[in-house]
Every structure is written in C-alpha cells, then in structure tokens.
T-cell receptor, first 117, second 113 residues
Framework: GAVVSQHPSWVICKSGTSVKIECRSLDFQATTMFWYRQFPKQSLMLMATSNEGSKATYEQGVEKDKFLINHASLTLSTLTVTSAHPEDSSFYIC?????????????FGQGTRLTVV | GENVEQHPSTLSVQEGDSAVIKCTYSDSASNYFPWYKQELGKGPQLIIDIRSNVGEKKDQRIAVTLNKTAKHFSLHITETQPEDSAVYFCAAPLKAAGNKLTFGGGTRVLVKP
C-alpha cells in the first residue's frame, strides 16, 4: 500500500519560534497533499490543500501567514508553523493522494505532536 | 448544511460481539466512502472503503454497507478483539468542501476483554 511519512513525530518548541513539519509520499507521487489539525478527542479539521507547483489553498479561518505550506515536489510538502504560541499546540496530520489514481483514497502520515512552551 | 454525521460517539462492546458505526452524509453526489482507524498518538489508517456503485464490501471481520438513497453508510466489525479498540472515522467528499474528504466526528470504540 501507499506510504506517507511525516516528520518529526513530535516536537517541543519555545514560543515565538518556527517549526517545520515534513510530509513525504514514499512510493507514489502526490500532486495534492492535505494538512489537518486535530485537537484532543476531536475529528480532523482540514487546514489547507497543498498543490505541487502552486500556492496552497487554505480553509476559512486558517491564517496563511502563520501556517506556511510549500509543495515543491511530487513527493514532499512542508508545513511551517511560524511564531508559534501555546495555542498552536496540537496534533498535525498530513495526507496525500496518489497522482496516478483518480478519486481514490488519501493516505495519512503518522502525525506530528507539536507542543509550544 | 453540508456535513458528515457519525454515531455513536462512543461504543463499548464485549470481546467477540459486533460493533456497528453509522454515518450519514448530505451530498447526494458523493461517491466514495472510506473508514479510518486511528490509534492513540497515530495518524488515521484506512481500513476499508466503498464506492457508490456497490452496496456492500467485506474484508475479513470488517464490512461496510452503503445506502445511497438514504445517504448513509455503516461500518460493521464482527468478532471484536481488544486490538479493535481505537477511534474510527468515516468520511465522504462533499461538493461544498470542494470535493475534499469531510470527516465525521469519530467513534471511540472500546472492546472489553
């Protein structure tokens, strides 16, 4: 099956610093990757759609200047949380769709637990 | 509004019994319905999915049924085992969300030995 690798799996950072999270599709090409945020005991909330070679599409209420997304290749998308604050602490998850298969399932990374202190 | 509703939010079953989770969706054009299992501290893992051209799909102890007319689909887990304990999410692509997957609220399943 398709594998999506997310790194790091957890990170602790100080308030005001920036954190970069990577999402890689290991055995397939993904023109589209998705970034989600999940609070404890809640469902996944889509933050943005990352499109290879173009600007990301952000969901309503998500600050694009705070959550910078770069999708420079067909196998890598990055999410950078800029000037992180404690309220940014959350579980961030990416998913990717296989470019070669239309209207198919999305495969998820293992998630990144961000704690801002 | 356009959404995916999932019930129940929690489900406790005895080992060996069956578990059923139901989801309803609002967009009649939705044509793909995956189910994900999420263990604590991990990302969701696809366990089964169904497309709108079939009414039922089975994979060992897991099955999904789809009723397009009523716009609902269900996950069935038979002969539950403690390792089935997790949070399960249904999802569907909704036109209002740009055909991106919209997730249900999740069901926390606890299988008691």
């Amino acid at each position: 099956g398709a594998v999506v690798s997310q790194h790091p799996s957890w990170v602790i950072c100080k308030s005001g610093t920036s954190v970069k999270i990577e999402c890689r599709s290991l055995d397939f090409q993904a023109t589209t990757m998705f970034w989600y945020r999940q609070f404890p005991k809640q469902s996944l909330m889509l933050m943005a759609t990352s499109n290879e070679g173009s600007k990301a599409t952000y969901e309503q209420g998500v600050e694009k200047d705070k959550f910078l997304i770069n999708h420079a290749s067909l196998t890598l998308s990055t999410l950078t949380v800029t000037s992180a604050h404690p309220e940014d602490s959350s579980f961030y998850i990416c998913s990717a769709r296989d470019y070669a298969r239309v209207n198919t399932e999305a495969f998820f990374g293992q998630g990144t637990r961000l704690t801002v202190v | 509004g356009e959404n995916v509703e999932q019930h129940p939010s929690t489900l406790s079953v005895q080992e060996g019994d069956s578990a059923v989770i139901k989801c309803t969706y609002s967009d009649s054009a939705s044509n793909y319905f995956p189910w994900y299992k999420q263990e604590l501290g991990k990302g969701p893992q696809l366990i089964i999915d169904i497309r709108s051209n079939v009414g039922e799909k089975k994979d060992q102890r897991i099955a999904v049924t789809l009723n397009k007319t009523a716009k609902h689909f269900s996950l069935h887990i038979t002969e539950t085992q403690p390792e089935d304990s997790a949070v399960y999410f249904c999802a569907a692509p909704l036109k209002a969300a740009g055909n991106k997957l919209t997730f249900g609220g999740g069901t926390r399943v606890l299988v008691k030995p």
